[in-house]
T-cell receptor, first 114, second 114 residues
């Protein structure tokens, strides 16, 4: 079984400052890990995916995440927040090889202050 | 390029009514799935399919029925709607196993059961 805990339900940052969204996972198997973003009243869009090729994963729109097995974490970062980054972010885990069965975290809402 | 198309976008039902949420994808994906999104709970898997004629239950299947007669379509049926089924429903599809397998989400159907 696998599960995800997003440590912050809401994060507020100023435009131009770094963003950090924290995610811890639990998995009985070798995991695939994802970050998805959902803008208001929109569907979900994949930001990035970890599959074990590299522990630092670069995604779209300047986001990246680092897989740390010893800490069972997969935190998402961006060096400089933009107003368009205001959205809800989901950390997601699946069993590697069963990537069609996703387990979602509860989500982190990001607000960006001008 | 339509991707994953869900209809309707909004629906209001009375308790006990039945209805079908439609999902179609034009990417020739093997995998399709249905999730529901409730506040503070992320997305939860309802049913999924790994190919035409093959379906299986996810985390929260009770009260829902699915079938997959074609690769393109994966409808979700509510047999007798209940207020607890008020939610936003997302359909997703994915190309298959391996590192390139990611899921593409539709824009969602917002359902209210009175």
């Amino acid at each position: 079984a696998q599960s995800v805990t997003q440590l912050d339900s809401h994060v507020s940052v100023s435009e131009g400052t770094p963003v950090l969204l924290r995610c811890n996972y639990s998995s009985s198997y070798s995991p695939s890990l994802f970050w998805y973003v959902q803008h208001p009243n929109k569907g979900l869009q994949l930001l990035l995916k970890y599959t074990s090729a590299a522990t630092l994963v670069k995604g779209i729109n300047g986001f990246e995440a680092e897989f740390k097995k010893s800490e069972t974490s997969f935190h998402l970062t961006k060096p400089s927040a933009h107003m368009s980054d205001a959205a809800e972010y989901f950390c997601v885990v699946s069993k590697k090889g069963d990537d069609y069965k996703l387990s979602f975290g509860a989500g982190t809402t990001v607000t960006v202050r001008a | 390029n339509a991707g994953v198309t869900q209809t309707p976008k909004f629906q209001v039902l009375k308790t006990g009514q039945s209805m079908t949420l439609q999902c179609a994808q034009d990417m020739n994906h093997e995998y399709m799935s249905w999730y529901r999104q409730d506040p503070g709970m992320g997305l939860r898997l309802i049913h999924y399919s790994v190919g035409a004629g093959i379906t299986d239950q996810g985390e929260v299947p009770n009260g829902y029925n699915v079938s997959r007669s074609t690769t393109e379509d994966f409808p979700l049926r509510l047999l007798s709607a209940a207020p607890s089924q008020t939610s936003v429903y997302f359909c997703a599809s994915g190309p298959g196993l391996g590192t390139k397998n990611i899921q593409y989400f539709g824009a969602g159907t917002r359902l209210s059961v009175l």
